[in-house]
């Protein structure tokens, strides 16, 4: 099984500050690779998909780079809705496997 | 716009089997091209796969859970539905539905979710 490392496991910013995510595979997973947001009681919310593409209706300031086994979500300027906890999710050999998340809190 | 909703019991004693249903709304799970998938996570915790399905029928578990888990389709009802057996107090959890495009690596759009503890 895969294992996907997200690390920190907390960044704490201001509104206005760039934010960056990072998440690590065990092995590679090419361009498998999705990052989610989720706000307490709701369910995950897709923002990028296939490790680069924004998903519909998602703000230009979330982008994600990356192959292989390193990716980064990157928020350029941190607006109040965007503290939450934030997942990262791979597929290969027809297993899907999430990263254990990364809050981003409000200095 | 298509929409997700989890249905089934909050409550299931140990040892029996959970069952949930997904149903679809505003598009059909025959059309194809799309997996549809269950995900759970514990309370204060990450996000678990559980497993997929077509709509042609076939199947991918979570190695994990495979051998208790079932996951079957009825396309004449636009629904798909979760089963879990011998659930114990680990099981416990909010269960969601979910649906991927095939092709992309993504769950574009997700149920609201539905707590399931597990409890005598």
């Known amino acids: 099984e895969i294992v996907l490392t997200q690390s920190p496991a907390t960044l704490s910013l201001s509104p206005g500050e760039r934010a960056t995510l990072s998440c690590r595979a065990s092995?590679?997973?090419?361009?498998?690779l999705a990052w989610y947001q989720q706000k307490p009681g709701q369910a995950p919310r897709l923002l990028i998909y296939d490790a680069s593409n924004r998903a519909t209706g998602i703000p230009a300031r979330f982008s994600g780079s990356g192959s292989g086994t390193d990716f980064t979500l990157t928020i350029s300027s941190l607006e109040p809705e965007d503290f939450a906890v934030y997942y990262c999710q791979q597929r290969s050999n027809w297993s899907w496997t999430f990263g254990q998340g990364t809050k981003v809190e409000i200095k | 716009q298509v929409q997700l909703q989890e249905s089934g019991p909050g409550l299931v004693k140990p040892s029996q089997t959970l069952s949930l249903t997904c149903t679809v709304s505003?598009?059909?799970?025959?059309?194809?091209?799309?997996?549809w998938s269950w995900i759970r996570q514990h309370p204060g915790k990450g996000l678990e796969w559980i497993g997929y399905?077509?709509?042609?029928?076939?199947?991918y578990y979570n190695p994990s859970l495979k051998s208790r888990v079932t996951i079957s389709v009825d396309t004449s009802k636009n629904q798909f539905s979760l089963k879990l057996s011998s659930v114990t107090a680990a099981d416990t959890a909010v269960y969601y539905c979910a649906r991927e495009l095939a092709g992309t690596m993504g769950f574009d759009i997700w149920g609201q979710g539905t707590m399931v503890t597990v409890s005598s």
């Open positions: 092995q590679s997973v090419s361009s498998y």
């Open positions: 505003g598009g059909s799970i025959s059309s194809g091209g799309y997996y």
């Open positions: 399905i077509y709509y042609s029928g076939s199947t």
